[in-house]
């Protein structure tokens, strides 16, 4: 069975603080996928990154930064100088193969407040 | 512009009364998906389909039916069945399921009981 922990519920900073989100997963596949999404108060979810676990390279988007570690099963993104713009839940995922392609097992979510 | 559109934004459901979610795909996309979110809560599977009249169930399937019959539309229907229906109803799509491609989403349905 597979399972993503989101071990915060909800992070609050500063504008210009950065930010650490927690994802922690579990999966017996050596094939899997692993996302990140947003999703802010209007209620759609926008995709923000996709990695697979072949690929343990961490990666920078802008503001964004990803810390994939396949040792500890972990897969971190941090927000660097947050905005208020950043607001909103973030939702870590993953899918596997065999019967599991393409079935995103969501985490619960964390939520992040950035106040001016 | 390509998108997904869901309809409609509110819904609310009377005891006993079967309804229906819609969602359209514009990115000519052959997967689709259903995922009900409640507060607090991740998302969760409910229904998907790799491609035109062929669909699967989900991690929550009971009291819920969907059809595909064109590739671009993907009705969710949430029985009577269903006890406790309301949720935050979020469709998906993604240009095929076996490469796992990132899934696109709607605006999403809020369904809530009368």
């Known amino acids: 069975a597979q399972k993503v922990t989101q071990a915060q519920t909800e992070i609050s900073v500063v504008e210009k603080e950065d930010v650490t989100l927690d994802c922690v997963y579990e999966t017996r596949d050596t094939t899997y996928y692993l996302f990140w999404y947003k999703q802010p108060p209007s209620g759609e979810l926008v995709f923000l990154i996709r990695?697979?676990?072949?690929?343990?390279q961490n990666e920078i988007s802008g503001r964004y930064s990803w810390n994939f570690q396949k040792s500890t099963s972990s897969f971190n993104f941090t927000i660097t100088a947050s905005q208020v713009v950043d607001s909103a839940v973030y939702f870590c995922a993953l899918s596997g193969s065999t019967d599991s392609w393409g079935k995103l097992q969501f985490g619960a979510g964390t939520q992040v407040v950035v106040t001016p | 512009d390509g998108g997904i559109t869901q309809s409609p934004k509110y819904l609310f459901r009377k005891e006993g009364q079967n309804v229906t979610l819609s969602c359209e795909q514009n990115l000519n996309h052959d997967a689709m998906y259903w995922y009900r979110q409640d507060p607090g809560q991740g998302l969760r599977l409910i229904y998907y389909s790799q491609i035109v009249n062929d669909f699967q169930k989900g991690d929550i399937a009971e009291g819920y039916s969907v059809s595909r019959e064109k590739k671009e539309s993907f009705p969710l229907t949430v029985t009577s069945a269903q006890k406790n229906p309301t949720a935050f109803y979020l469709c998906?799509?993604?240009?095929?399921?076996?490469?796992?491609?990132?899934?696109?989403f709607g605006d999403g349905t809020r369904l809530s009981i009368l």
């Open positions: 998906a799509s993604s240009m095929d399921i076996r490469n796992n491609q990132p899934q696109h």
């Open positions: 990695r697979n676990s072949f690929d343990e």
